[in-house]
């Protein structure tokens, strides 16, 4: 079991700054891919932003140059700094930690909100 805690939403005007971070604990060598995932009412949630074992890091193409996933080396703190925040990055953002080959391996936080005002 992988435990998930995210910390750092709230609101901002557009153009500003937040960076979000997640505290992960429990068997966290069962996961080689974390990262952040973001929905709105009446959508799937989708991914923001993911960092792997080795480094490698994928972005959907809205938050590219603007945001910037890292983790700690132990895998204990995933991070997400959002730049030049716009309305449209309005959403709850969910830390996910999951691995694509060991079933069930697929964990999640409990969400914050962002919200970015025009």
């Known amino acids: 079991q992988v435990f998930l805690v995210e910390s750092g939403g709230g609101s901002v005007q557009a153009g500003g700054s937040l960076r979000l971070s997640c505290a992960a604990s429990?068997?966290?060598?069962?996961?080689?891919?974390m990262g952040w995932y973001r929905q709105t009412p009446g959508s799937l949630r989708d991914l923001v932003a993911v960092?792997?074992?080795?480094?490698?890091?994928r972005y959907t193409d809205s938050v590219k140059g603007r945001f910037t996933v890292s983790r700690d080396s132990a895998k204990t703190r995933v991070y997400l700094q959002m730049n030049n925040l716009k309305p449209e990055d309005t959403a709850v953002y969910y830390c996910?930690?999951?691995?694509?080959?060991?079933?069930?391996?697929?964990?999640w936080g409990q969400g914050t909100q962002v919200t970015v005002s025009s």
């Open positions: 960092i792997e074992d080795d480094g490698t890091t």
């Open positions: 996910n930690a999951h691995h694509p080959i060991i079933w069930g391996a697929d964990y």
């Open positions: 429990g068997r966290l060598s069962t996961v080689n891919v």
